[in-house]
């Protein structure tokens, strides 16, 4: 019911052209708190391994809540430098050596209207620059538009920044001719969203055909038991993953208090197993997805 | 090996009774615990609840029904790899009403450290690690099966720091904190909000609004709000007790654009606290109404405070505890009033506390154990829960007018949540229909007000109808109604002519909320009316409110100000606050205009031109100096003042020299050093050749004159730079000048010719047989520049010092700048034959000096070894607040650490560093090596407090390099010189700071402990000689005055002091002052505990002393000055400052270093 009206509101853009995923890629996924989110839920990542059950496709979910370009989420105790904010976002990419990035922002930043529009740009160029040593193929992700949520204005100001700022984006992609995902899709349901702006749990799953569609991926049955296990199985990685990048206590376990109570620190490596043994689980449950 | 030194510590404890001698923790069992405790009298304590009904409560709150929601982790402090977060929502219920807990539900789990949580909105919101959710059960009754995320972004760098303190305002928002580590970044849909340090943030769950109520704190456990909606908080490590809270406020430690000016408690000096409520309602006696409630979490002690109004803000006062006890896992960290009108209290219990100190898996920790204490009136009624949940719109709004704030707070909850369509109709009624004339009729309809808002309905009608039907409301409740009125929908006209008003009441509490109240309208105008505060009186909160609101509202009134349109009606004396609150370059030319206007008030006059000294360029620097220059009227703390404003101004903003200076010279052989000095520098800083001669006579001078006085003039001289200057400073480096001479020249030299210093100093340092402690400061000039410490060792190589004690200085230099100098330290160790390196202590021999601590340490000669000058403890760790500020406060810490902790940190200083005494070290564009706790960051410069317990100053974009050090500005290597015994006499008394039953626990008398004495200088005996020794009672800046502090009992040892005979066969004589902070004037009382020998003066006006001296104080910072003749005196002094009854006096004693 829910994803049919959700359906009904699809509005037939241009054909897109699929994304070739790879046996053996490695995505990391940087943006804010869209990002970030999605990773307890889980259903766009596996909607992409649904897709294709045939090739073994890691997530990393680097998302970070207000994160901008600009990466002002990261910085911690350095907030107040911006250029170690910046190289924080770029460390963490590319330590991860990744094949694929998804690059998701725009929404943070439309805030400052047409005006903050060139800093943006700029920054995003930046950003995509210092992410090539990976030589990953890149993929930028528009925002989300906003949408009616009780007890706040109507979204039209907001939405017409963020279909400039979508716009730029869409931009910056096509000179550099590298893939651009259109996410500017209404869903309108009251549900999907409690404060018009973040999508809940029911907006996560309404969402993720079109989320399939914006990278022409096929739409598989998400309601099916066994896209229901694997779903499962690909938020209890990121749980543990999440655990393992984003450590509570960093100011102890690698922050400058670390020579009190660093020694914790080695726990760190200790996750890997456990990460490994929940993504030979993912790969198992994929393969049955085929069956 | 540390259950040895814990089995050690039961050992000696009274509670020794209640501890299996051999137990690594206490016996749990709450009645032992139960009977350590020493109740406040006609109170009692029974236990509510233990476990296993819950474990290790973090926050709890009640809901309406009269339920206990906890928030439990057994994760803290940290969760293991491939662990489940599973921590739980626990509620607890009396369903027989006895008085006790008998049903226990977990409401939630899969939790993450849940920090807080306040139920509400048909479920509970919960802060989740990163995160805030709200869960809820389907079915009424069940588990909660619905999670929804509200906000997330918050940053988790320290799990005792993530979002905590969950509380409904009165005005239905929901407030929380976080701690200082915290990097918060939350979308929300009018954008991302930061906040990249402590602070309160309130939210509306009705639209996601969020916003940051008030900046600061290192741990704000505590935030609770007073019947009229004030808001009150304290801090888990900032020591400065509790404090009121100024909307938009910035307190310590804050982060933002307006970070350089901050608020303080009310009680600097306390213990740490957790937790805060406001006594409230029938069961409790009359004087204990609206008194707050707070935990000294290390000192096991339950703390109550009563406020009394003080100006715009309040005086709180320290009385009798609700409880104490030495029971070491009783940790009190929460507090609530409950539906029965009694006090509960949420007991960690858990003999270690937090985790920076101790090891995340150290088996000490319990992670089982959690208790519920309620605390009972003796022989008064209980108050009958209220049926709330099922009761009719006007029967809960008959509940708003409860005694109890209790019941007034939840009714309003669930009348929130019947939502607007049903209640508002019927709040409207019920406020038109308020008698006008019944007693709390203010309070009332505030209740009512504060329901309206939670609705965000336009208040409009209130101005009608109910708000303006009784005449003179009570100041409070105008108050709460600006700040309510002021972010309404309501008509801007309507919120002006309030505020405009309420700027014009007689009350500073309704001024200060209007003051603010206008800094979120952003517009120009909302200056100009915040202004006309400045017509009424002015206290130190208001005029930091209008300070703050100026800035804020920067953005709208600067532009129309420079335009022409804005003229603040002509007024200099509210453009010149203005102007001077936002220390905006742009403005030097109004400020000009201000000063050659001549029409400022006279008590304004020196502010601006300190203002034209931190903005202006050359010319206005130079109209600086030749204002201070012209002596006629102005004090010697004025002039200097205004000189080194000027001297930083060249030093930060780089200002050129002027065309033309006068008053320079003047200024340069003023009769005041603290003149002088700076004056000098100017001279040096901008090469002023006409006074180039002033510099260059006082330092070579043959003359006896005070080494530092020539240090400075021969800094100047090095300035210049110029191949003269090098030749003269060299020269009285020479070996035939006098020993100080030759030590401040070869510091002036490593300035201009570093090599050319070194050269000098090695033979120096060799040779000089008498180690001054100034000598550091050689040492420092060389090591704190590339290079120098290598070639210093090269110039000693080889060379025998006269006096090892020289060679144990420079070491200490090397460890106060925190630089690797592996080849300088050798070097001096050889030079002056001192021993090996000290290695760092093994576990064993931290557990022999624990274990001696306990077997032989005697607490009262530790004492004297802690005040020993050569250890200059405080110097940089204060008691109760009198001290130096280098170092954490010592007041409770034997109450929370444990001794192998004390040991540690005396021999490691560095092992575990105190959040908020972290070192950042900087080095300079130009090879500066800086290093010390940061004060602040903004206005682009960073403030660092140095080991020496000095702010400086260092513009930001002259930082070359900035990293956090992993050393602790307290030196290592501090106690090597002490005997055994020493050592465990002092770690003894460490260990004895603050605990509840000793002779040293903390105490609530308010003692004088911070002193200022004058030392027998050359320059001070000539002062007195020339005057009289009175004349100290009238000091304006003239003599220099050596700190002193009063020991733990809170006298002063006299036979410490220095004393001096100004003429021959006159007696021995000691000066002593302090000072008292007097907020509000008025009577109140000094007890001196003899007063032979005394002659005392209260600013310049001679008072007789007594055992009791009731005086009449008048409003600002007054000195008490106290001669004392040795001849008629031997006993100690000891000085205690006390309430007279009635008196509207508000006066607190100066504390610091």
Redesign the interface.
């Known amino acids: 019911m829910l994803l049919s009206a959700a359906f009904a509101l699809l509005i037939a853009a241009e054909p897109v052209k699929p994304f070739e995923f790879k046996d053996g890629d490695r995505v990391a996924w940087i943006g804010g708190t869209l990002v970030e989110r999605e990773q307890r839920y889980g259903h766009w990542e596996t909607a992409l391994i649904a897709a294709n059950p045939d090739k073994n496709i890691t997530f990393r979910n680097l998302g970070w809540s207000g994160d901008t370009v600009h990466a002002e989420s990261r910085g911690r105790f350095d907030f107040n430098s911006p250029e170690k904010c910046f190289k924080q976002l770029v460390d963490q990419t590319l330590a991860l050596k990744p094949t694929v990035i998804f690059v998701s922002y725009g929404t943070n930043e439309s805030f400052e209207g047409k005006d903050g529009l060139p800093k943006f740009e700029k920054g995003l160029e930046k950003l995509l620059d210092a992410l090539k040593p990976t030589s990953a193929r890149v993929v930028l992700f528009s925002p989300l538009p906003f949408v009616k949520a009780a007890g706040l204005p109507n979204p039209r100001a907001p939405n017409a920044n963020l279909s400039l700022y979508g716009d730029a984006i869409k931009a910056v992609a096509t000179k550099r001719g590298i893939v651009f995902a259109n996410l500017m899709h209404n869903l309108g349901d009251t549900e999907s969203t409690d404060n018009g702006i973040h999508l809940t749990e029911v907006g996560y799953y309404a969402f993720a055909p079109f989320f399939a569609d914006s990278l022409g991926q096929p739409r598989r049955d998400f309601s099916s038991e066994k896209f229901e296990l694997l779903r499962k199985a690909v938020v209890a990685k990121n749980e543990q993953f999440f655990n393992k990048w984003r450590p509570q206590n960093e100011t102890y376990l690698t922050g400058f208090r670390k020579h009190e109570q660093g020694k914790n620190a080695k726990e760190i490596a200790e996750f890997d197993p456990f990460i490994s043994k929940v993504e030979e689980e993912i790969a198992k449950l994929r393969k049955e997805l085929k069956k | 090996m540390r259950t040895y030194t814990l089995a050690l510590l039961f050992a000696l404890s009274p509670s020794l009774a209640l501890a299996q001698p051999k137990a690594i923790v206490p016996d749990p069992d709450p009645e032992l615990e139960r009977k350590t405790f020493t109740v406040a009298p006609g109170f009692e304590v029974t236990l509510w609840a233990a476990d296993p009904l819950l474990a290790k409560p973090i926050q709890m709150n009640f809901d309406p029904q009269g339920r206990l929601w906890v928030a439990s982790s057994e994760i803290y402090?940290?969760?293991?790899?491939?662990e489940k977060?599973n921590d739980k929502i626990i509620v607890l219920e009396d369903t027989k009403g006895a008085g006790r807990a008998d049903k226990t539900t977990v409401f939630a789990d899969g939790l993450?450290?849940p920090t807080g949580l306040e139920p509400g909105d048909g479920g509970v919101y919960v802060a989740n690690?990163?995160e805030i959710v709200h869960l809820s059960a389907s079915k009424p009754g069940g588990k909660a099966d619905k999670k929804?995320?509200v906000l997330?972004?918050f940053?988790?760098?320290?799990?005792h720091h993530?979002i905590h303190t969950f509380r409904w305002g009165p005005d239905c928002r929901l407030y929380f904190n976080q701690s200082i580590?915290i990097?918060?970044?939350?979308?929300?849909?009018?954008?991302?909000?930061?906040l990249?340090a402590g602070g309160i943030w309130r939210f509306n769950p009705?639209?996601?609004q969020l916003d940051i109520f008030a900046r600061g704190w290192v741990n704000s456990w505590g935030h609770a709000f007073d019947k009229y909606g004030q808001s009150l908080a304290t801090d888990g490590a900032g020591g400065e007790g509790i404090n009121h809270v100024v909307p938009g406020g910035y307190y310590l430690t804050s982060q933002g654009p307006h970070a350089q000016r901050v608020l303080h408690g009310m009680n600097p000096g306390s213990p740490k606290f957790c937790g805060l409520e406001v006594i409230s309602g029938r069961h409790f006696p009359d004087d204990w109404q609206g008194d707050v409630i707070t935990n000294d979490f290390r000192g096991h002690r339950v703390c109550r405070f009563k406020l009394k109004e003080d100006g715009s803000t309040f005086a709180a006062r320290e009385m009798t505890e609700v409880i104490k006890s030495n029971h070491p896992a009783f940790r009190p960290i929460d507090v609530k009033m409950g539906p029965d009108g009694a006090l509960y209290i949420a007991d960690w219990y858990n003999p270690i506390i937090q985790?920076?100190?101790v090891?995340?898996?150290d088996p000490r920790r319990d992670k089982t154990h959690g208790r519920i204490w309620r605390v009972t009136a003796k022989g008064r009624d209980l108050v009958k829960p209220p049926k709330l949940v099922d009761a009719t719109v006007p029967e809960l709004l008959e509940q708003l007018k409860a005694p109890e704030q209790w019941t007034r707070q939840q009714a309003k909850r669930v009348l929130k949540e019947r939502g607007a369509d049903k209640v508002l109709p019927e709040l409207e009624k019920w406020l038109s229909d308020l008698d006008p004339t019944a007693a709390d009729v203010d309070q009332h309809r505030l209740e009512g007000l504060w329901l309206h808002q939670g609705f965000?309905r336009d208040l409009v009608l209130l101005g009608k109808s109910a708000v303006i039907a009784k005449k003179a409301p009570l100041p409070e409740f105008t108050a709460a109604f600006i700040r309510i009125m002021a972010t309404s929908t309501a008509d801007k006209a309507v919120r002006q002519s309030f505020v405009e008003k309420a700027l014009q009441s007689n009350n500073a509490r309704v001024r200060l909320e209007a003051i603010r109240a206008v800094a979120k309208w952003d517009t120009a105008d909302a200056a100009t009316i915040a202004l006309a505060a400045l017509d009424k009186p002015m206290d130190r909160i208001l005029d930091y409110a209008l300070w703050l609101t100026i800035r804020e509202l920067e953005p709208y009134w600067l532009p129309e100000f420079q335009a022409g349109k804005l003229t603040f009606g002509g007024d200099a004396k509210k453009l010149a606050f203005a102007l001077n609150a936002i220390g905006n370059k742009d403005t030097i030319k109004p400020v000009l205009a201000l000063i050659d206007g001549g029409k400022v008030p006279k008590e304004n006059v020196q502010g601006l031109y300190l203002l034209l000294a931190q903005i202006g360029g050359p010319e206005e620097l130079a109209k600086v100096l030749a204002h201070a220059g012209r002596e006629s009227g102005s004090t010697i703390a004025d002039r200097a003042e205004l000189t080194q404003a000027v001297e930083d101004a060249i030093r930060t903003r780089k200002v050129p020299a002027p065309k033309l200076t006068t008053g320079l010279e003047t200024l340069s052989t003023d009769k005041a050093t603290v003149v002088r000095r700076p004056a000098m520098q100017i001279v040096g800083l901008w090469k002023l050749k006409e006074l180039r001669v002033v510099v260059e006579t006082l330092a070579t001078t043959k003359a006896a004159i005070p080494a530092d006085e020539r240090g400075a003039a021969l800094e100047s001289l090095a300035l210049f730079g110029d191949a003269e200057a090098k030749k003269l400073i060299s020269k009285m480096c020479e070996a035939e000048q006098e020993d100080e001479v030759c030590r401040v020249a070869i510091i002036a030299l490593a300035s201009v010719d570093l090599p050319a210093a070194i050269d000098h100093a090695g033979r120096y340092v060799a040779y000089i047989k008498k180690a001054d402690p100034e000598l550091v400061d050689l040492f420092a000039a060389i090591i704190n520049r590339k290079g120098g410490a290598t070639a210093l060792a090269k110039a000693i190589e080889g060379k025998k010092f006269q006096s090892a004690d020289v060679a144990k200085i420079g070491l200490k230099a090397i460890r106060a700048t925190g630089q690797p100098a592996d080849d300088l330290t050798a070097a001096l160790m050889r030079a002056g034959d001192l021993a090996a390196a000290r290695k760092p202590p093994t576990e064993a021999e931290v557990k022999v000096l624990a274990a001696d601590a306990l077997t032989i340490g005697d607490a009262a000669r530790g004492e004297l070894v802690y005040r020993r000058k050569e250890l200059q403890c405080i110097a940089c760790h204060a008691y109760a607040g009198a001290g130096g500020l280098v170092g954490p406060d010592m007041t409770s810490i034997g109450a929370s650490a444990q001794v192998d902790y004390l040991v540690d940190s005396l021999l490691l200083p560095?092992?575990?560093?105190k959040?908020g005494f972290?070192v950042t070290r900087v080095v300079t564009t130009d090879d500066k090596v800086l290093q010390g706790v940061k004060v602040r960051?903004a206005d682009g410069v960073l403030v660092l407090r140095t080991a020496e317990d000095k702010e400086i100053t260092i513009p930001v974009k002259d930082i070359a390099e900035r990293s956090?050090s992993?050393k602790s500005l307290m030196p290592e290597g501090i106690t090597d010189q002490l005997t055994k015994q020493d050592f465990a006499d002092l770690t003894r008394f460490l260990s004895e700071l603050g605990k509840v039953g000793g002779n040293y626990a903390p105490s609530k008398a308010r003692v004088v402990r911070r002193w200022q004495v004058i030392e027998p200088t050359q320059a001070n005996l000539n002062l007195f000689r020339r005057a009289r020794v009175s004349a100290a009672a009238e000091d304006g800046g003239a003599f220099t005055w050596s700190p002193a502090y009063s020991k733990v009992s809170g006298d002063l040892p006299l036979a410490e002091q220095p004393k001096f005979t100004v003429w021959n066969d006159t007696a021995a004589q000691t000066v002593l002052r302090f000072q008292l902070d007097v907020t509000t004037a008025g009577a109140a009382k000094l007890k001196f505990n003899a007063v032979a020998g005394l002659t005392v003066y209260v600013g310049n006006a001679p008072i007789e002393p007594k055992a009791e001296t009731l005086l009449e104080f008048k409003s600002g910072v007054q000195t008490v000055t106290i001669l004392i003749d040795r001849s008629k005196r031997t006993e100690d002094v000891r000085v205690e400052l006390e309430d007279v009854e009635k008196s509207p006096a508000r006066v607190s004693i100066v504390g610091g270093k």
């Open positions: 402090p940290q969760i293991k790899p491939g977060a993450l450290i690690s990163t929804r995320v997330s972004g940053g988790t760098e320290d799990t993530i580590y990097h918060s970044h939350v979308e929300t849909p009018t954008g991302v909000k930061r990249n009705d639209n996601t985790h920076g100190e090891d995340f898996r965000d560095h092992k575990a560093i959040e972290d960051e956090k992993t």
